[in-house]
Nanobody, 127 residues
């Protein structure tokens, strides 16, 4: 059984930083991707970033490029999302999700591809 558990959310002022963690267990495919999605107030779920477990290739949504960094620690079974220079529009519930088996050469940020989801962690950016 796949389990994804997010942590690290909280409240921060604009310009601040947070690091989210997603602990992953129970994966059954040799190749898979882990992604971060978010859903803000009144908005649909949108992809933020993803990383695969083959060579660590990453993909970012435009608003995350240059501010967010996704990484993985295969020993700990954890995927991280380092978020810097946070803005009020980054306020959302952040979810991690798993896409397995990974069939693309680069992980994608379409939520329909992801079959297993964590419970989410709240990030609030406010002064």
């Amino acid at each position: 059984q796949v389990q994804l558990v997010e942590s690290g959310g909280g409240e921060v002022q604009p310009g601040g930083s947070l690091r989210l963690s997603c602990t992953v267990s129970g994966m059954t495919s040799a190749y898979y991707a882990i992604a971060w999605f978010r859903q803000g107030p009144g908005r649909g779920r949108e992809g933020v970033s993803c990383i695969d477990n083959r060579d660590g290739s990453t993909n970012y949504e435009d608003a995350a490029k240059g501010r967010f960094t996704i990484s993985r620690d295969n020993v700990k079974g954890t995927v991280y999302l380092q978020m810097d220079n946070l803005k009020p529009e980054d306020t959302a519930v952040y979810y991690c999700a798993a896409d397995q088996p990974l069939i693309y050469s680069l992980c994608v940020l379409f939520h329909e591809e992801y079959t297993d989801w964590g419970q989410g962690t709240q990030v609030t950016v406010a002064s």
